[in-house]
Structure formats: structure tokens, C-alpha cells
């Protein structure tokens, strides 16, 4: 089936420096989700691209869906202690239409 | 707005006791609603979803079930409860395409 794949699977660094993640899969996506999850509570959407090559800020955050609909990417810039969490990439499966999820990328800052 | 909310936020069972989570949506009709599951901080796993009242569709053979009463209302239960059992609880609404997540129910199991 259909899989998403994230990486770095974490990653560790300094208050102030910028952040970059992303997701791809071997199959094509018509939307990409990102999500963050803080400790202990549930995910939180921070982004929705729905189009190739859309490039999409909220805040500090930026993602783009990558022009051949394989993969995309999450940009934060000027890390703060409190982007500390699980990031996720998701996207609906072309066969059954349900949210596909990659495993996460887990970011911790130290301040 | 349409807020999602989970009934408890933490369960400690001990292991063949039943179970029963409750999740509830305001500010929206005939909502998707979603069940799943999350072990170890990683990984979401859908358990259960449902396009309306008494509509149930199951993801993954195992040891849960789940019902929708009313429109905006979703249930996890179980008769019997295993270690395995023990895990973040997630419910969701919204189109398959987005969905939206509750706060969660950490259960464990002894």
C-alpha cells in the first residue's frame, strides 16, 4: 500500500537555528497535510497544500508540495522552545480515500 | 467553530476489565469521525471510522469495537480489555482528506 516517509526521524538543535523536514512517497498525492503533535495532546493541522509546487507559509512555518506530487516539505524558521513536538506529514490514499500518516519527525530545541 | 472533545483524558484498567471512550463533536452535521490509535508517541493507526449514526467501518481485526449513538457522538468499548490495549486514543472529524483531532485519551492497561 501506500506509504509516506519521513526524515530526519528527529532531530535536536539550538533555539534560533531554521528547521527543515520532509516526506515522500514512491506514490502520487493530490493533498499533503502537516500536523504537530506537542506532548500528550492530539495533532494539531498547521498546514494544507492541495497543488503542485504550492508553496504555503503559516507563521514561522512554511511547506511545499513538491512538483511531481511524490514528496513535500516543512521549513520553521528561527526555531523557539515551543515548536518542540512530532511533526507529521499525511495525505489521502488515491485507492481508499483514508489519511495516510508518516511516522513523524520529532523536534526538540534547547533554548 | 466546531470543537472535538474526549471523555477521559487518562484510564488505568486493569487487564479483562471493559472499556468505554467518548468522543463528541459540536459546531458541525453529520460529521467523518475517525478512531485511532497511537503507541509509543509515533505512528497513527486507524481503528474505526464512520460517515453517520450507526455506521461502522473497522480498519484492523482486534479486540475493540466501536459505535456511533448519535450524530455527533463516538464510542471506543471493549469487553475485555489485554495489555496490548494500552495506547493514545485518538478521535478525529472531517473529510478524509482533513481531519481534525481531539485532545486524547492515554490508556493504560495493568
Known amino acids: 500500500g501506500q506509504q509516506l516517509n519521513q526524515s530526519p526521524q528527529s532531530m535536536f538543535i539550538q533555539e534560533g537555528e531554521d528547521v527543515s523536514m520532509n516526506c515522500t512517497s514512491s506514490?502520487?498525492?493530490?493533498?499533503w497535510l502537516w500536523y504537530k503533535q506537542d506532548p500528550g495532546e492530539g495533532p494539531v493541522l498547521l498546514i494544507a497544500l492541495y497543488k503542485a509546487g504550492e508553496l504555503t507559509s503559516n507563521g514561522r512555518l512554511t511547506a511545499q508540495f513538491g512538483i511531481t506530487r511524490k514528496d513535500s516539505f516543512l521549513n520553521i524558521s528561527a526555531s523557539i522552545p515551543s515548536d518542540v513536538g512530532i511533526y507529521f506529514c499525511a495525505g489521502p490514499s488515491s485507492n481508499t480515500g483514508k489519511l495516510i500518516f508518516g511516522q513523524g519527525t520529532t523536534l526538540q530545541v534547547k533554548p | 467553530s466546531q470543537t472535538i472533545h474526549q471523555w477521559p483524558a487518562t484510564l488505568v484498567q486493569p487487564v479483562g476489565s471493559p472499556l468505554s471512550l467518548e468522543c463528541t463533536v459540536e459546531?458541525?452535521?453529520?460529521?467523518?469521525l475517525y478512531w485511532y490509535r497511537q503507541a509509543a508517541g509515533r505512528g497513527l493507526q486507524l481503528l474505526f471510522y464512520?460517515?453517520?449514526?450507526?455506521?461502522i467501518s473497522s480498519e484492523v481485526p482486534q479486540n475493540l469495537s466501536a459505535s456511533r449513538p448519535q450524530d455527533r457522538q463516538f464510542i471506543l468499548s471493549s469487553k475485555k480489555l489485554l495489555l496490548s490495549d494500552s495506547g493514545f486514543y485518538l478521535c478525529?472529524?472531517?473529510?478524509?482528506?482533513?481531519?481534525?483531532f481531539g485532545p486524547g485519551t492515554r490508556l493504560t492497561v495493568t
Open positions: 506514490s502520487i498525492f493530490n493533498t
Open positions: 459546531g458541525t452535521s453529520n460529521p467523518n
Open positions: 464512520s460517515v453517520g449514526i450507526g455506521q
Open positions: 478525529a472529524w472531517g473529510p478524509p482528506s482533513e481531519q481534525y
